[in-house]
Protein backbone atom coordinates (compact mmCIF):
# COMPACT_ATOMS: atom_id res chain seq x y z
CA UNK A 1 0.00 0.00 0.00
CA UNK A 2 2.26 3.30 -1.10
CA UNK A 3 1.31 6.40 0.37
CA UNK A 4 -1.53 8.91 -0.97
CA UNK A 5 0.12 12.53 -1.22
CA UNK A 6 -1.92 15.63 -1.86
CA UNK A 7 -1.22 15.56 -5.70
CA UNK A 8 -2.54 12.22 -6.00
CA UNK A 9 -5.73 12.68 -4.15
CA UNK A 10 -6.12 16.54 -6.19
CA UNK A 11 -5.49 14.25 -9.28
CA UNK A 12 -7.92 11.61 -7.97
CA UNK A 13 -10.73 14.38 -7.61
CA UNK A 14 -10.02 16.23 -10.97
CA UNK A 15 -10.44 12.70 -12.86
CA UNK A 16 -14.05 11.96 -11.23
CA UNK A 17 -15.12 15.77 -11.98
CA UNK A 18 -13.87 16.32 -15.46
CA UNK A 19 -15.85 12.71 -16.22
CA UNK A 20 -18.80 13.02 -14.35
CA UNK A 21 -19.08 17.04 -13.68
CA UNK A 22 -19.47 18.97 -10.98
CA UNK A 23 -22.00 17.57 -8.44
CA UNK A 24 -23.64 20.25 -6.93
CA UNK A 25 -24.30 19.05 -3.67
CA UNK A 26 -26.49 19.89 -1.19
CA UNK A 27 -29.75 20.40 -3.49
CA UNK A 28 -31.73 22.08 -1.12
CA UNK A 29 -33.51 25.62 -0.83
CA UNK A 30 -31.94 26.55 2.16
CA UNK A 31 -29.17 25.64 5.06
CA UNK A 32 -32.33 24.55 7.16
CA UNK A 33 -33.56 22.25 4.68
CA UNK A 34 -29.67 20.86 4.38
CA UNK A 35 -30.07 19.96 7.88
CA UNK A 36 -32.99 18.10 7.99
CA UNK A 37 -32.06 16.49 4.47
CA UNK A 38 -28.85 15.43 6.40
CA UNK A 39 -30.92 13.81 9.29
CA UNK A 40 -33.29 12.24 6.89
CA UNK A 41 -30.94 10.87 4.31
CA UNK A 42 -29.30 8.69 7.22
CA UNK A 43 -29.37 4.91 5.81
CA UNK A 44 -31.47 5.43 2.96
CA UNK A 45 -31.17 6.08 -0.72
CA UNK A 46 -31.56 10.42 -1.36
CA UNK A 47 -34.89 9.17 -3.37
CA UNK A 48 -36.16 8.14 -0.30
CA UNK A 49 -35.38 11.31 1.61
CA UNK A 50 -35.78 13.72 -0.75
CA UNK A 51 -39.62 12.33 -1.02
CA UNK A 52 -39.30 13.16 2.55
CA UNK A 53 -37.90 16.54 2.67
CA UNK A 54 -40.56 17.66 0.22
CA UNK A 55 -43.78 16.21 2.14
CA UNK A 56 -42.15 18.38 5.05
CA UNK A 57 -41.96 21.59 2.56
CA UNK A 58 -45.96 20.77 1.25
CA UNK A 59 -47.13 20.70 5.10
CA UNK A 60 -45.24 24.36 5.22
CA UNK A 61 -43.18 22.69 8.06
CA UNK A 62 -40.04 23.81 6.95
CA UNK A 63 -39.21 26.47 9.79
CA UNK A 64 -37.47 25.52 12.92
CA UNK A 65 -40.68 26.50 15.36
CA UNK A 66 -43.22 25.56 13.25
CA UNK A 67 -41.48 21.91 12.81
CA UNK A 68 -41.11 21.77 17.15
CA UNK A 69 -44.51 22.80 17.34
CA UNK A 70 -45.75 20.11 14.97
CA UNK A 71 -44.38 17.94 17.13
CA UNK A 72 -43.07 13.66 16.24
CA UNK A 73 -46.55 12.44 15.90
CA UNK A 74 -46.80 14.78 12.76
CA UNK A 75 -43.64 14.59 11.82
CA UNK A 76 -42.95 10.87 11.21
CA UNK A 77 -46.02 10.19 9.17
CA UNK A 78 -44.81 12.54 6.26
CA UNK A 79 -41.21 11.17 6.33
CA UNK A 80 -42.08 7.79 5.85
CA UNK A 81 -40.62 7.62 2.93
CA UNK A 82 -36.85 8.05 4.62
CA UNK A 83 -37.67 4.24 6.24
CA UNK A 84 -37.34 4.51 10.47
CA UNK A 85 -39.39 7.08 10.24
CA UNK A 86 -39.89 7.45 13.79
CA UNK A 87 -36.23 7.02 14.91
CA UNK A 88 -35.34 9.95 12.59
CA UNK A 89 -38.55 11.91 13.93
CA UNK A 90 -37.52 11.46 17.04
CA UNK A 91 -33.53 12.83 16.03
CA UNK A 92 -35.30 16.07 14.36
CA UNK A 93 -37.01 16.76 17.49
CA UNK A 94 -34.59 16.20 19.05
CA UNK A 95 -32.08 18.19 16.94
CA UNK A 96 -34.71 20.98 16.87
CA UNK A 97 -34.58 21.18 21.07
CA UNK A 98 -30.79 21.93 20.90
CA UNK A 99 -30.56 24.47 18.13
CA UNK A 100 -33.89 26.22 19.54
CA UNK A 101 -32.39 26.62 22.76
CA UNK A 102 -28.69 27.24 21.85
CA UNK A 103 -28.82 29.09 18.23
CA UNK A 104 -32.35 30.46 18.78
CA UNK A 105 -33.27 28.57 15.40
CA UNK A 106 -31.02 30.47 13.41
CA UNK A 107 -28.50 28.75 11.33
CA UNK A 108 -26.40 31.82 11.07
CA UNK A 109 -26.13 31.99 15.13
CA UNK A 110 -25.05 28.05 14.80
CA UNK A 111 -22.22 29.00 12.01
CA UNK A 112 -21.30 31.72 14.28
CA UNK A 113 -20.10 28.92 16.87
CA UNK A 114 -16.72 27.22 16.80
CA UNK A 115 -16.47 24.66 14.69
CA UNK A 116 -15.35 21.62 17.12
CA UNK A 117 -18.03 22.69 19.52
CA UNK A 118 -20.73 22.34 17.35
CA UNK A 119 -19.40 19.18 16.18
CA UNK A 120 -18.89 17.70 19.55
CA UNK A 121 -22.07 19.00 20.73
CA UNK A 122 -24.41 17.56 17.87
CA UNK A 123 -22.15 14.28 18.14
CA UNK A 124 -23.56 14.36 21.67
CA UNK A 125 -27.47 14.28 20.83
CA UNK A 126 -29.03 10.70 20.77
CA UNK A 127 -29.14 9.29 17.55
CA UNK A 128 -25.88 11.86 16.06
CA UNK A 129 -23.43 9.86 14.05
CA UNK A 130 -20.39 11.69 12.80
CA UNK A 131 -21.44 10.87 8.85
CA UNK A 132 -24.41 12.74 9.27
CA UNK A 133 -22.91 15.42 11.92
CA UNK A 134 -19.89 16.33 9.04
CA UNK A 135 -22.46 16.50 6.69
CA UNK A 136 -24.20 19.51 8.56
CA UNK A 137 -20.76 20.68 8.93
CA UNK A 138 -19.62 21.33 5.33
CA UNK A 139 -23.13 21.69 3.50
CA UNK A 140 -24.96 23.58 5.67
CA UNK A 141 -22.88 25.38 7.81
CA UNK A 142 -19.70 25.12 5.06
CA UNK A 143 -17.12 24.88 7.57
CA UNK A 144 -14.10 22.43 5.91
CA UNK A 145 -14.74 19.04 7.23
CA UNK A 146 -14.19 16.48 4.81
CA UNK A 147 -17.43 13.68 5.17
CA UNK A 148 -16.58 9.84 4.97
CA UNK A 149 -19.10 7.28 4.39
CA UNK A 150 -19.40 3.81 3.84
CA UNK A 151 -18.31 4.48 -0.22
CA UNK A 152 -15.81 6.49 0.69
CA UNK A 153 -14.25 2.87 2.96
CA UNK A 154 -14.82 0.64 -0.29
CA UNK A 155 -12.91 2.67 -2.68
CA UNK A 156 -10.55 3.46 -0.15
CA UNK A 157 -9.64 0.14 0.61
CA UNK A 158 -9.74 -0.41 -2.95
CA UNK A 159 -7.42 2.14 -4.43
CA UNK A 160 -4.66 1.63 -1.21
CA UNK A 161 -5.92 4.71 0.66
CA UNK A 162 -6.26 2.96 3.91
CA UNK A 163 -7.78 -0.68 5.31
CA UNK A 164 -10.51 -1.71 4.70
CA UNK A 165 -11.06 -1.56 8.82
CA UNK A 166 -10.21 2.09 9.40
CA UNK A 167 -12.25 4.03 11.68
CA UNK A 168 -14.36 7.14 10.74
CA UNK A 169 -11.56 9.35 11.83
CA UNK A 170 -9.08 7.36 10.34
CA UNK A 171 -10.72 7.66 7.05
CA UNK A 172 -11.37 11.77 7.80
CA UNK A 173 -7.74 12.13 9.08
CA UNK A 174 -6.21 10.43 5.63
CA UNK A 175 -7.79 13.86 3.75
CA UNK A 176 -8.00 16.25 5.88
CA UNK A 177 -3.88 15.40 6.38
CA UNK A 178 -3.61 15.76 2.60
CA UNK A 179 -5.88 18.51 1.66
CA UNK A 180 -6.18 22.26 2.34
CA UNK A 181 -9.30 23.07 4.19
CA UNK A 182 -11.23 24.30 1.14
CA UNK A 183 -14.95 23.89 1.31
CA UNK A 184 -15.91 23.90 -2.51
CA UNK A 185 -12.87 21.19 -2.83
CA UNK A 186 -14.60 19.23 0.30
CA UNK A 187 -18.02 19.74 -1.14
CA UNK A 188 -17.78 18.04 -4.20
CA UNK A 189 -14.92 15.64 -3.59
CA UNK A 190 -17.22 13.56 -0.80
CA UNK A 191 -20.10 13.83 -3.76
CA UNK A 192 -18.36 13.01 -6.32
CA UNK A 193 -16.66 9.37 -4.10
CA UNK A 194 -20.92 8.73 -3.43
CA UNK A 195 -21.35 9.13 -7.33
CA UNK A 196 -18.52 6.87 -7.83
CA UNK A 197 -19.74 4.35 -5.38
CA UNK A 198 -23.18 4.50 -6.59
CA UNK A 199 -22.81 4.03 -9.98
CA UNK A 200 -19.66 2.63 -10.88
CA UNK A 201 -17.42 1.10 -7.74
CA UNK A 202 -20.29 -1.01 -6.16
CA UNK A 203 -19.89 -4.50 -4.69
CA UNK A 204 -19.04 -5.80 -8.41
CA UNK A 205 -16.61 -2.73 -9.58
CA UNK A 206 -17.57 -1.97 -13.57
CA UNK A 207 -13.64 -1.02 -13.40
CA UNK A 208 -13.45 -1.49 -17.17
CA UNK A 209 -15.31 1.72 -17.61
CA UNK A 210 -13.46 3.67 -14.21
CA UNK A 211 -12.13 7.04 -14.69
CA UNK A 212 -9.90 6.42 -11.50
CA UNK A 213 -8.74 2.84 -12.96
CA UNK A 214 -5.74 4.20 -14.17
CA UNK A 215 -5.04 7.99 -14.21
CA UNK A 216 -1.33 7.84 -15.26
CA UNK A 217 -0.55 9.91 -11.79
CA UNK A 218 -2.52 7.04 -9.91
CA UNK A 219 -3.96 3.39 -10.72
CA UNK A 220 -5.81 1.49 -8.59
CA UNK A 221 -4.68 -1.76 -6.81
CA UNK A 222 -8.14 -3.51 -7.03
CA UNK A 223 -8.64 -3.04 -10.66
CA UNK A 224 -10.38 -6.00 -12.17
CA UNK A 225 -8.53 -6.74 -16.09
CA UNK A 226 -10.73 -5.62 -18.64
S1 LIG B 1 -11.08 0.75 -10.80
FE1 LIG B 1 -12.73 -0.59 -10.10
S2 LIG B 1 -12.28 -1.04 -7.94
FE2 LIG B 1 -11.05 0.76 -8.55
S3 LIG B 1 -12.28 2.55 -7.97
FE3 LIG B 1 -12.76 2.08 -10.12
S4 LIG B 1 -14.55 0.70 -10.04
FE4 LIG B 1 -13.65 0.77 -7.97
Known amino acids: MRDWNTADLIHFYTALRDAHGLQHWWPADTAFETIIGAILAQNVSWRGARQAVCAL ?3 DLMDADILYQAGQDTIAPLIRSSR ?3 QKARKIMTFLSWFLETCDGDVSRMASLPTDQVREELLNLSGFGPETVDSILLYALEKPVFVVDAYTRRIGSR ?3 F ?3 ASYDQMQEFFM ?5 DVPLYNDYHAQIVYLGNKLCKKTPLCSIC ?4 TGSTRCQYARPE
Do not use: F, H, I, M
Open 163 to 165: EDD
Open 159 to 161: QGW
Open 84 to 86: YYN
Open 211 to 214: PVRD
Open 57 to 59: QEA
Open 177 to 181: NRLSP
